[in-house]
């Protein structure tokens, strides 16, 4: 149906800067929503930012201020700009795309992740 492609993760040291990409492909008329989860050892999958295909946006608290989503629609791909990159956003980053996103259970296709690690 949905084929979720993520990519540009890396090892960076505090305060750099990566840029994450998502690319979606197949049926994606039922797609309303992009946006990314991460997941650090032993946490929960944990949602970082959000964009509707209108361009409305969500982020967390904890990247607020850092970190910049964005939606290229024509090209059905996805962006996570991240600046001021810090150790405690070391998490295996997953593009989410569907309906509804907002909450994990809802999300209908998940990439298969992408590593980003920040060393002190």
């Known amino acids: 149906q949905v084929q979720v492609v993520e990519s540009g993760g890396g090892l960076v040291q505090a305060g750099g800067s990566l840029r994450l990409s998502c690319a979606a492909s197949?049926?994606?008329?039922?797609?309303?929503?992009m946006g990314w989860y991460r997941q650090a050892p032993g946490k929960k999958r944990e949602l970082v930012a959000v964009?509707?295909?209108?361009?409305?946006?969500y982020y967390a608290d904890s990247v607020k201020g850092r970190f910049t989503i964005s939606r290229d629609n024509a090209k059905n791909t996805l962006y996570l700009q991240m600046n001021s990159l810090k150790p405690e956003d070391t998490a295996m980053y997953y593009c989410a795309a569907g309906r509804r996103i907002v909450v994990v259970t809802e999300v209908d296709y998940w990439g298969q992740g992408t590593q980003v690690t920040v060393s002190s």
């Open positions: 964009i509707s295909s209108g361009g409305s946006t």
């Open positions: 197949g049926s994606i008329f039922s797609i309303n929503a």
